[in-house]
């Protein structure tokens, strides 16, 4: 089963930017929507709320809370995914992950830490 790996979380004062990496330890090609979720520690019963979407034609769908400062992107030959943060707020403070999506019992990831703070 493929798994993922997640990094390029820290700490970031507000509008501050990051990029995450989402490594596969296979192929991609094959799971249609990847997404990028968080869980934030206040979430209720820490669930993963999905901040980006992105299919296999690159079409892209974002959470209103992170349109218009978040980019997602996808190499399918390198079998990664990317998170591009702009104009990072406090409320961003989340452990992000990578997935696929819906969510099909895929084992998620350590996941990165994103910490907003000044």
Known sequence: QVQFEESGGGLVQPGGSLRLSCKASGSIISIWHMGWYRQARQAPR????LVALINGDNVTNYGDS?????????????????????NLKPED?????CNEFPWAGRTWG???????SS
Do not use: C, P
Not at 93 to 97: G, L, R
């Open 46 to 49: 820490m669930q993963h709320e």
């Open 66 to 86: 992170v349109k218009g400062r978040f980019t997602i992107s996808r190499d399918d030959v390198k079998n990664m995914v990317y998170l591009q943060m702009n």
């Open 93 to 97: 403070t989340a452990v992000y992950y």
């Open 110 to 116: 350590q996941g990165t830490q994103v910490t907003v």
